[in-house]
Nanobody
Framework: VQLQASGGGLVQPGGSLRLSCAPS????????WAWYRQAPGKERAWVAA???????NYADSVKGRFTISRDNAENTVYLQMDSLKTEDTGRYYC???????????????WGQGTLVTVSS
């Protein structure tokens, strides 16, 4: 299973973007999901996470501006990013915990990353 992430681009400060991440083929379920980002010259950092139980958590730097969600029918996860700041610039990676079939155990997968640039 490969993860296909999309939605990055160039946006002005204060603008919005919505990132998407979906498996490349049909799966049974997405149980946990998260987004990370890697700013230029820095290590990858956790941004937000969600679980099938309904819990969501956010890094303090994005709380109140970003929203993580999952479309269960489409098996797609999203990161809605509003009020973007220049410091949000980086490559964003999705991380999903997936069960490929009803009988399989959960396995973790990383997306290839999508670049977000916030600049005027």
């Amino acid at each position: 299973v490969q993860l296909q992430a999309s939605g990055g681009g160039l946006v002005q400060p204060g603008g919005s973007l919505r990132l998407s991440c979906a498996p490349s083929r049909s799966i049974f379920s997405i149980n946990e999901w998260a987004w990370y980002r890697q700013a230029p010259g820095k290590e990858r950092a956790w941004v937000a996470a969600g679980t099938s139980g309904g819990a969501t958590n956010y890094a303090d730097s994005v709380k109140g501006r970003f929203t993580i969600s999952r479309d269960n029918a489409e098996n797609t996860v999203y990161l809605q990013m509003d009020s973007l700041k220049t410091e949000d610039t980086g490559r964003y990676y999705c991380h999903l915990s997936i069960r490929r079939t009803a009988q399989s155990r959960k396995s973790d997968y990383w997306g290839q990353g999508t670049l977000v640039t916030v600049s005027s």
